[in-house]
């Protein structure tokens, strides 16, 4: 069974950093391109980022290139997202996908939340 | 990286059928056949219902349907039902290597 779980949300103020992780399992990691799409609350869908299965393309939207870094260890089944300089509106639920062009399993997110 | 656009609402009674329309560009769902369709739940995530235009995981009823014309995708839910009632979104590869989503809509079944 394919699971994906997410964690490393939290609070933080303007500025600051956090790392999200994705345990992934049920499924050869490696093999796969893997995504992360957030949802600011009562807000719709929004692609964050993905990365192919090697680790070495990767992908940003806009309104994150710059400040987020995607990344992945093949050998612990782990996809990461390290978030800096956020701002408030990055506030939102971080999901972790797995896929690109189409995304097939979700985790349950991951709440991040950017306030002073 | 603009949303596709999507009603923001949509309704019908159990049993009738209902289509969301998803529309684009010749850059994302024109050009490309990665439109898939995810529905959700109210604190749920996500949920692959139609890739690639128009295919099936399996697992999802045949009652959903997906389709394409031009730069406009549409998601068809026959045979509604009280379970069915979620938001829905479309997305959609993009030519700048980016996928983009739809704003959602939301269906209640009355």
């Known amino acids: 069974e394919v699971q994906l779980l997410e964690s490393g949300g939290g609070l933080v103020h303007p500025g600051g950093s956090l790392r999200l992780s994705c345990a992934a399992s049920?499924?050869?990691?490696?093999?796969?391109?893997m995504s992360w799409v957030r949802q600011a609350p009562g807000e719709g869908l929004e692609w964050v980022s993905d990365?192919?299965?090697?680790?070495?393309?990767?992908y940003y939207a806009d309104s994150v290139k710059g400040r987020f870094t995607i990344s992945r260890d093949n050998s612990k089944n782990t996809l990461y997202l390290q978030m800096n300089s956020l701002r408030a509106e990055d506030s939102a639920v971080y999901y972790c996908?797995?896929?690109?062009?189409?995304?097939?399993?979700w985790g349950q997110g991951t709440l991040v939340t950017v306030s002073s | 990286q603009s949303a596709l656009t999507q009603p923001a609402s949509v309704s019908g009674s159990p049993g009738q059928s209902i289509t969301i329309s998803c529309t684009g560009t010749?850059?994302?769902?024109?050009?490309?056949?990665?439109v898939s369709w995810y529905q959700q739940h109210s604190g749920k995530a996500p949920k692959l219902m139609i890739y690639?235009?128009?295919n099936r995981p399996s697992g999802v009823p045949d009652r959903f349907s997906g389709s394409k014309s031009g730069n406009t995708a549409s998601l068809i839910i026959s045979g509604l039902q009280a379970e069915d009632e979620a938001d829905y979104y479309c997305?959609?590869?993009?030519?700048?290597?980016?996928?983009?989503f739809g704003g959602g809509t939301k269906l209640t079944v009355l």
């Open positions: 010749s850059s994302d769902v024109g050009g490309y056949n990665y």
């Open positions: 049920g499924f050869t990691f490696s093999n796969f391109a």
């Open positions: 690639e235009v128009s």
């Open positions: 990365i192919n299965g090697s680790g070495g393309n990767t």
């Open positions: 996908a797995r896929g690109r062009k189409v995304s097939d399993y």
């Open positions: 997305s959609s590869y993009s030519s700048i290597n980016s996928v983009v």
